[in-house]
């Protein structure tokens, strides 16, 4: 019996190819520096241009290290252990624990972003990624301490906290919501050889 031909995936339509956000934050960088070039003149757009060049290279390590942080997470915790804890089945516990994980996290940006973005690749669905993120720019512990309390006390840093403390969960249970499901589906993990084996 001869063998059904497989299944032909349509390809998908050239917008749907396109990095939206990079194309976005490329027509802003590159219309800037044009404004600038032709009003400013090439003095200062080349002095703003060398400026942000010192600036790219003190943050590419960071990214870096960032970015390697996160590929340990996926290599030391299994796949399994991500989507019971943090994935699409895990309700509302999953939020609290991102949050949570979010809150106390003591890194900036350019360890969270990357982090984030490893879980997601590993299991975590939206929602718990959304929590995570929120928990660490409206609640962070470790932002708190240091900066807020020396400049505006304990009593309004602990009333920030109160007010904050539910928006990480509610924002993730926002992002679960079918109709976020349908406007940008979350893309299936990719498997790890290990996971395979």
Same mark, same amino acid.
């Given at each position: ?34 404004? =600038? +070039?032709?009003?400013? *003149? ?5 002095? !703003?241009?060398?400026?942000? @060049? /010192? %600036?790219?290279?003190? #943050? ?57 973005? =490893? +879980?997601?690749?590993? *299991? ?5 990624? !959304?929590?995570?993120?929120? @928990? /660490? %720019?409206?609640?962070? #512990? ?56």
């Amino acid at each position: 019996m001869p063998e059904a031909p497989a299944p032909t995936q349509e390809p998908r339509p050239w917008y749907a190819r396109i990095d939206w956000g990079l194309a976005i934050v490329a027509i802003l960088s590159f219309g800037s520096a044009g404004y =600038v +070039l032709v009003k400013e *003149g090439p003095t200062l757009w080349l002095q !703003i241009l060398m400026e942000d @060049a /010192w %600036l790219f290279a003190s #943050i590419l390590p960071k990214v870096a290290l960032g970015c390697l942080i996160g590929a340990f997470v996926r290599l030391l915790i299994a796949r399994e252990m991500i989507e019971r804890y943090v994935g699409r089945g895990s309700g509302l516990p999953g939020l609290a624990i991102a949050g949570l994980i979010g809150m106390l996290f003591p890194a900036g940006p350019f360890t969270i972003f990357p982090l984030a973005v =490893v +879980l997601m690749a590993s *299991g975590a669905d939206r929602g718990a990624a !959304i929590a995570f993120i929120s @928990a /660490w %720019l409206l609640v962070g #512990i470790n932002r708190a301490i240091i900066w807020e309390m020396p400049f505006f006390g304990t009593d309004f840093v602990l009333f920030r906290f109160l007010l904050s403390m539910p928006m990480p969960i509610l924002l993730g249970l926002m992002a679960r919501a079918p109709v976020f499901e349908r406007l940008a589906p979350t893309p299936k993990a990719p498997e790890r050889p290990e996971d395979a084996a």
